[in-house]
């Protein structure tokens, strides 16, 4: 059975794999990044008998309008979603600084993107395409579950209010899935562990 799914970084380390493999299986991608070039490339490596099946949107998930914009683009398809898999990431709001601390900025965008975008997407497209959706799925992290350990600690490479974000998308999870299972929607969430870039 082929599905229309809707996801957010199609273009980051997890999303780029991702959206190939969704395609391979001849399911409909709907692909969000957040840069026109990073979306076209994406387009452009992807396998010409498997293109007709991708959508690619250019938008900042942060940004005014950037949800209408996504409806738009779904609807000028003639798409129907059953699938919304959030997976957005943003190299900026992860930024620290050298003792590992982080802005208030920084930590308020990251919670943003990872927690209110994610509600926000997932309240919309139940209310939006409630005939047609049948799943969520939040892109977790292990960080989420428990503290990172002291060597990535001292690269930096694990600022803290990464882990505070995927923890509260986890629990928003469970609040989602108890709440969008008499609608028939199930929700849930993958952390992974480790992921080799950067």
């Known amino acids: 059975m082929s599905l229309t799914i809707v996801l957010t970084g199609a ?30 490339a994406l387009a452009d490596e992807i396998p010409s008998d498997l293109r007709s099946n991708f959508f690619p949107v250019a938008l900042d998930l942060l ?52 927690v209110v975008v994610p509600y926000e997407l997932s309240i919309g497209f139940a209310r939006r395409y409630g005939a ?26 694990a600022p803290p209010h990464y882990g505070a974000a995927k923890a509260a998308l986890i629990h928003l999870t469970k609040e989602l899935a108890v709440r969008m299972a008499p609608s028939g929607v199930q929700v849930n969430c993958i952390s992974f562990g480790g992921v080799e870039g950067r």
């Open 132 to 157: 047609s959706l049948k799943g969520i799925i939040n892109v977790g992290s292990q960080y989420g579950v428990v503290a990172p350990p002291p060597e990535l600690l001292r690269l930096n490479g």
């Open 63 to 114: 940004g005014d309008g950037s949800f209408l914009e996504l409806y738009g683009s779904i609807a000028s398809n003639d798409l129907q979603p059953t699938h919304l898999i959030n997976n957005a990431r943003s190299i900026g709001t992860l930024k620290a600084e050298p003792d590992g601390t982080v802005s208030r900025e920084n930590f308020t965008r990251e919670l943003e993107l990872q």
């Open 11 to 40: 273009t980051g380390l997890i999303g780029t794999p991702l959206t190939r493999y969704l395609l391979e299986l001849g399911h409909k991608v709907v692909g969000t990044g957040l840069q026109k070039n990073s979306v076209d």
